[in-house]
C-alpha cells in the first residue's frame, strides 16, 4: 500500500506562484514513477508532469512546459511541483499518483495510486 497527501494549494493571482507537495508512505516510493494531474469541474482529469524514478528529469504536458517543474526527494519520499506563471485555466484540484511499475506515462489509469487532491484556484 502507498498512501500519497498533497498540500500547498490555495488561491493566488494569475501570475503567481504555488509550490505543491505530495507526501509519500509506505513501499517502494524510490522505485516509483510519480505523476501530478488536475482536474477542473466537469473536465476529464489532465495530466500535468510525471518524474522517474531516480532521474530528476520532468516530463510535462503541453500547457505545463516552461512554467511548471516537477521534482522529487528521495530521502524524504516527497514529490513536488512548483507552478509559476499561474493561469485562471490551471484552476482545478490537483492530484499526486504513484506509479509503482517505475513507468512514467501521462496515462492517468496506469497509475496504482492516487492522493485526494489539493485545490488550486487562479484568479484573473
Known amino acids: 500500500q502507498v498512501q500519497l497527501l498533497e498540500s500547498g494549494g490555495g488561491l493566488v493571482q494569475a501570475g503567481g506562484s504555488l509550490r505543491l507537495t505530495c507526501a509519500a508512505s509506505?513501499?517502494?516510493?524510490?522505485?516509483?514513477?510519480m505523476g501530478w494531474f488536475r482536474q477542473a469541474p466537469g473536465k476529464e482529469r489532465q495530466f500535468v508532469a510525471a518524474?522517474?524514478?531516480?532521474?530528476?528529469?520532468?516530463f510535462y504536458s503541453e500547457s505545463t512546459e516552461g512554467r511548471f517543474s516537477i521534482s522529487r526527494d528521495n530521502v524524504k519520499n516527497t514529490v513536488y511541483l512548483q507552478m509559476n506563471s499561474l493561469k485562471p485555466d490551471d484552476t482545478g484540484t490537483y492530484f499526486c499518483?504513484?506509479?509503482?511499475?517505475?513507468?512514467?506515462?501521462?496515462?492517468?489509469?496506469?497509475?496504482?495510486?492516487w492522493g485526494q487532491g489539493t485545490q488550486v484556484t487562479v484568479s484573473s
Open positions: 499518483a504513484a506509479q509503482l511499475d517505475g513507468i512514467v506515462t501521462e496515462t492517468a489509469h496506469q497509475y496504482q495510486y
Open positions: 518524474i522517474g524514478a531516480s532521474s530528476p528529469v520532468g
Open positions: 509506505g513501499r517502494d516510493f524510490e522505485l516509483s514513477a
